[in-house]
Structures are given as structure tokens and as C-alpha cells.
């Protein structure tokens, strides 16, 4: 069952950076958790503690949270107030749905005079005669009760019949407590019986006293190597047949009637906890070992595996004479976690453990070949040269290995050609001259040469001689 220890009390306070000296708010609901222990030594400066829904039956080790404001505590197995006089600064205390019976517990609150709401519904003492105003009368600090206001009225009636309510409840312990006192030796009678009947028919029943004493119970060792060497369709029908059984016994648990009491809900607890774990160990046995990847196949031919399934690309390079991979790899995994290996017919890429292998269409060069990551991408690019020359369809398509001299020689011959053809005939020279068109141009420019004067007439009719206009020249 659950324990308060450090490590859950560490993983229950992540909100304080997982410092448990100094928290101040601690949840640790639906735990299993049978006993308070360690709380008031770790976490003296607790505020607020969540413990509801265990199966807690003692209120214990928190007398020194002195600065503890709201405990909750509902939903355990608690029978009884006590031990909460050291919490000085509580406030809220929620007891919601235990067994509390002594109902004349609660004077030990008197002490936390700042006590202001107190919850007991859900309680075999919520239903005594006179129970909230013996309750009111007891705690004159309480401001609310099961959720409900104290109005001043309500106090001054429960203080007036408080002797009367007082002697009722005391009344109503006695017969509580006499009935718990059979509850609980019926409880051990049927136990004992069930544990006897077990022990005669010598199986394991759902619901027997082994519950309460070795509940991790498994098989001998020597029935468990015997399973381990059993045939698989042999442990199949076992299998099936234990959960026949264990669905048999588990119908009969929960048709089998029994009284609301902290025993029967610690039996249902465990009996849960039992068939959980014949659960897992069930699981456990179906879950086969899977066999190793094979790569290579028995005649010695590489296999295309792409375990990780990543997205690839493939293309040959003709221009380089090589073979490109392109593979896509997760982008922010550490490069330490991949490993290349190039084959001269295949490729193999280790993603964190998983084989990513490729047969490759040409034979390449291992020493040769390289890889990198992207920058941007992530991906992984493997470059792998082929080996010898480019294979192509016909052999007279081999001489572009030695174009690279020859190429040039015959372009220079076909332009030597070219210009031989373009000459003009030797026998037709009647062209003009150009370099001498140019030369008179620049000896005769139109600028230079001077128009012919034109002068006029004395004859002319239209002639017109002014005196007094100076001649032009």
C-alpha cells in the first residue's frame, strides 16, 4: 500500500521547484496512503494539505504544522478527533465521509481558537440525535458547520439545551461503539473462516485472508519454470482459464454483501490491487519477444528496411558520377545518435537504434563517400561516388571521355573552314573602297565648303536700293 516518503513528497511539489522544506501546499489525494508520518519533520511551513481519499485511520504527526490553515481529510477511515491541538493557525478542517462515531471527539477543537469551519457529513455521528447543536454549543468558534452558516440564534438555543443534547449524544456513543466492537469481531469471524476454507482446499481464492498478509503472492518457482518451458497454445488455455476463474471470483466479491465499514473498504481496496496485478501479470506473459531484424537474408542479399520510417530520396548524379541520399531525418535529434555505414551495394543508416537500409542501383565506393546534415532541414545527405566510368547502351558513345582535348581542335578547324568559305571571290574585285569613301568624307566636309553668293541685280524690277542699309560686304 502507499507510503508518505520523500520522493512522492518531491514529485507532489513541482510548483515549489520540488523544495519540500519550504512548501506550503502539498496535494497527495488517492494515494493509498495508510498513515500520516514525516509531514510535520519535512514540511513545517505547510498551509494547505490535500490528503482526502486515502485510507487513513488515525489523525497523527501533525501537531507541528503551526502555521497549517486547511487540512482535508475526507473520504479515509478515520474514527476519532484528535491530535490537532499543536495546528494553532487551522482554520478549515474537512472530514467529510469517514467513521468518526465518537462525536464527543470533537472538544479536542476547542483548542484552535481560529477554527472557523468544520465539515462532518458523510459520518455514522452526523446522524445522532441533537448532533449539530451539540456541535455548536461544543465549538463557540465555529462560524460554519457541514457547510452551513451558525447564526446567533441557532448558538443561543444550543447552549441552552446543551445539557440535555449532551447526555443524548453520550447515549448514542455507547450504543455506536458496541456495534462497532460486533461489526468488527464478525468481521474477523468471517475472515478466520474464509482463511481456514482456503487453506483446506488449497487455491487461491479473491477473497481470502492473504489479502491482509502477503498480498504480493505469487507461484513457486518451479511452477513458474514449468510455465517458461510449456508451449505456447498450453499457456494460452491457462491464461484463459485463470480469467475464467479470476472472473468468477471477482463477480462472487462484488455480489457478496457487506457492511460500510473501514475493513471492508481496505478488503476492496486490496482486492482491486490483486486483480490489477494479475492483470499486468497476464499482459506480461502474452507480450512475446520480438525477434532481432534481419538485414541480410540467408543467401547473403541486403534487404531494403526503413524501421524508423523516414522519408527518403534516392537520385544518381551523372554529372558527378555518384550516387545522393537524401534522408530526412528528425531535425532537432542529436547527430551522436546516427550512424552511417555505406556498403558497396547498400547503405545502412542506425536512427537511434532503428536500421534504415538501402540496396543501391550501382556499385560505389565506400572510402570515398561522405555525409553531412543540413542546417536548415536536419536531413542527412550521403554522397557515394560510383565506381569506374558511366555505363551507357552502345560502345561507339565512349569517346566524350576524350573530348575534352579533340572538342576544341575541331571547333577551331570548322571556324577556319567557316571564314575560307565567307571570303569574296578573287575574280570579282569590282567593289568599292571603303577606307577611302571615309577619307574623302573628312577632306570635303559640308561645313567647311562655301555656298555660292547670291547677289542681286540692279535689273531686277523688284529691287529695291536703300542708301542707308550698309552694304554686305
Given at each position: 500500500?502507499?507510503?508518505?516518503?520523500?520522493?512522492?513528497?518531491?514529485?507532489?511539489?513541482?510548483?515549489?521547484?520540488?523544495?519540500?522544506?519550504?512548501?506550503?501546499?502539498?496535494?497527495?489525494?488517492?494515494?493509498?496512503?495508510?498513515?500520516?508520518?514525516?509531514?510535520?519533520?519535512?514540511?513545517?511551513?505547510?498551509?494547505?494539505?490535500?490528503?482526502?481519499?486515502?485510507?487513513?485511520?488515525?489523525?497523527?504527526?501533525?501537531?507541528?504544522?503551526?502555521?497549517?490553515?486547511?487540512?482535508?481529510?475526507?473520504?479515509?477511515?478515520?474514527?476519532?478527533?484528535?491530535?490537532?491541538?499543536?495546528?494553532?493557525?487551522?482554520?478549515?478542517?474537512?472530514?467529510?465521509?469517514?467513521?468518526?462515531?465518537?462525536?464527543?471527539?470533537v472538544k479536542t477543537l476547542q483548542h484552535n481558537i481560529h477554527l472557523k469551519e468544520l465539515f462532518l457529513m458523510g459520518n455514522p455521528c452526523a446522524d445522532f440525535?441533537?448532533?449539530?447543536?451539540?456541535?455548536?454549543?461544543?465549538?463557540?468558534?465555529?462560524?460554519?458547520?457541514?457547510?452551513?452558516?451558525?447564526?446567533?440564534?441557532?448558538?443561543?438555543?444550543?447552549?441552552?439545551?446543551?445539557?440535555?443534547?449532551?447526555?443524548?449524544?453520550?447515549?448514542?456513543?455507547?450504543?455506536?461503539?458496541?456495534?462497532?466492537?460486533?461489526?468488527?469481531?464478525?468481521?474477523?469471524?468471517?475472515?478466520?473462516?474464509?482463511?481456514?476454507?482456503?487453506?483446506?482446499?488449497?487455491?487461491?481464492?479473491?477473497?481470502?485472508?492473504?489479502?491482509?498478509?502477503?498480498?504480493?503472492?505469487?507461484?513457486?518457482?518451479?511452477?513458474?519454470?514449468?510455465?517458461?518451458?510449456?508451449?505456447?497454445?498450453?499457456?494460452?488455455?491457462?491464461?484463459?482459464?485463470?480469467?475464467?476463474?479470476?472472473?468468477?471470483?471477482?463477480?462472487?466479491?462484488?455480489?457478496?454483501?457487506?457492511?460500510?465499514?473501514?475493513?471492508?473498504?481496505?478488503?476492496?481496496?486490496?482486492?482491486?490491487?490483486?486483480?490489477?496485478?494479475?492483470?499486468?501479470?497476464?499482459?506480461?506473459?502474452?507480450?512475446?519477444?520480438?525477434?532481432?531484424?534481419?538485414?541480410?537474408?540467408?543467401?547473403?542479399?541486403?534487404?531494403?528496411?526503413?524501421?524508423?520510417?523516414?522519408?527518403?530520396?534516392?537520385?544518381?548524379?551523372?554529372?558527378?558520377?555518384?550516387?545522393?541520399?537524401?534522408?530526412?531525418?528528425?531535425?532537432?535529434?542529436?547527430?551522436?545518435?546516427?550512424?552511417?555505414?555505406?556498403?558497396?551495394?547498400?547503405?545502412?543508416?542506425?536512427?537511434?537504434?532503428?536500421?534504415?537500409?538501402?540496396?543501391?542501383?550501382?556499385?560505389?565506393?565506400?572510402?570515398?563517400?561522405?555525409?553531412?546534415?543540413?542546417?536548415?532541414?536536419?536531413?542527412?545527405?550521403?554522397?557515394?561516388?560510383?565506381?569506374?566510368?558511366?555505363?551507357?547502351?552502345?560502345?561507339?558513345?565512349?569517346?566524350?571521355?576524350?573530348?575534352?582535348?579533340?572538342?576544341?581542335?575541331?571547333?577551331?578547324?570548322?571556324?577556319?573552314?567557316?571564314?575560307?568559305?565567307?571570303?569574296?571571290?578573287?575574280?570579282?574585285?569590282?567593289?568599292?573602297?571603303?577606307?577611302?569613301?571615309?577619307?574623302?568624307?573628312?577632306?570635303?566636309?559640308?561645313?567647311?565648303?562655301?555656298?555660292?553668293?547670291?547677289?542681286?541685280?540692279?535689273?531686277?524690277?523688284?529691287?529695291?536700293?536703300?542708301?542707308?542699309?550698309?552694304?554686305?560686304?
Open positions: 500500500m502507499g507510503r508518505i516518503t520523500e520522493d512522492l513528497i518531491r514529485r507532489n511539489a513541482e510548483h515549489n521547484d520540488c523544495i519540500i522544506f519550504s512548501l506550503e501546499e502539498l496535494s497527495l489525494h488517492q494515494q493509498e496512503i495508510e498513515r500520516l508520518e514525516h509531514i510535520d519533520k519535512w514540511c513545517r511551513d505547510l498551509k494547505i494539505l490535500y490528503l482526502q481519499n486515502n485510507l487513513i485511520g488515525k489523525i497523527e504527526n501533525v501537531s507541528k504544522l503551526k502555521k497549517l490553515e486547511y487540512l482535508n481529510l475526507a473520504l479515509n477511515n478515520i474514527e476519532k478527533i484528535e491530535n490537532l491541538e499543536g495546528c494553532e493557525g487551522l482554520t478549515k478542517l474537512d472530514l467529510t465521509v469517514n467513521f468518526i462515531g465518537e462525536l464527543s471527539s440525535d441533537g448532533y449539530r447543536q451539540f456541535v455548536v454549543a461544543t465549538l463557540q468558534q465555529l462560524k460554519w458547520l457541514d457547510g452551513r452558516e451558525i447564526e446567533r440564534s441557532e448558538r443561543i438555543q444550543a447552549l441552552q439545551d446543551f445539557p440535555v443534547v449532551e447526555q443524548q449524544i453520550r447515549e448514542q456513543e455507547k450504543a455506536y461503539c458496541l456495534k462497532r466492537a460486533k461489526d468488527k469481531e464478525e468481521t474477523q469471524r468471517k475472515l478466520q473462516e474464509e482463511e481456514n476454507e482456503g487453506e483446506k482446499e488449497g487455491r487461491h481464492t479473491g477473497f481470502d485472508g492473504r489479502w491482509y498478509t502477503d498480498i504480493g503472492a505469487t507461484l513457486p518457482s518451479s511452477e513458474e519454470s514449468k510455465d517458461d518451458v510449456q508451449a505456447p497454445e498450453i499457456q494460452e488455455g491457462e491464461c484463459k482459464k485463470k480469467k475464467l476463474d479470476n472472473g468468477e471470483d471477482d463477480l462472487e466479491f462484488w455480489n457478496k454483501p457487506s457492511l460500510y465499514t473501514p475493513e471492508s473498504r481496505l478488503e476492496t481496496l486490496r482486492h482491486m490491487e490483486k486483480q490489477r496485478k494479475d492483470q499486468e501479470k497476464l499482459s506480461e506473459k502474452k507480450k512475446k519477444v520480438k525477434p532481432p531484424r534481419v538485414l541480410i537474408s540467408e543467401n547473403g542479399r541486403a534487404l531494403n528496411v526503413n524501421e524508423p520510417k523516414l522519408d527518403f530520396s534516392l537520385r544518381d548524379d551523372e554529372k558527378r558520377n555518384q550516387i545522393v541520399l537524401d534522408l530526412a531525418v528528425y531535425r532537432y535529434m542529436d547527430t551522436s545518435l546516427i550512424d552511417v555505414d555505406v556498403q558497396p551495394t547498400y547503405v545502412r543508416v542506425m536512427v537511434k537504434g532503428k536500421p534504415f537500409q538501402l540496396v543501391l542501383p550501382a556499385e560505389v565506393k565506400p572510402d570515398s563517400s561522405s555525409a553531412r546534415r543540413a542546417q536548415t532541414t536536419g536531413h542527412l545527405v550521403v554522397y557515394m561516388p560510383k565506381v569506374g566510368e558511366v555505363i551507357t547502351g552502345c560502345q561507339g558513345m565512349s569517346k566524350p571521355v576524350k573530348s575534352t582535348a579533340d572538342s576544341s581542335r575541331e571547333q577551331t578547324d570548322k571556324r577556319s573552314q567557316q571564314m575560307e568559305r565567307l571570303e569574296v571571290d578573287p575574280s570579282k574585285r569590282a567593289f568599292p573602297d571603303v577606307a577611302n569613301i571615309v577619307q574623302e568624307k573628312r577632306h570635303t566636309p559640308r561645313r567647311v565648303q562655301a555656298e555660292p553668293k547670291i547677289m542681286p541685280s540692279e535689273e531686277d524690277p523688284d529691287f529695291e536700293d536703300n542708301p542707308e542699309v550698309p552694304p554686305l560686304i
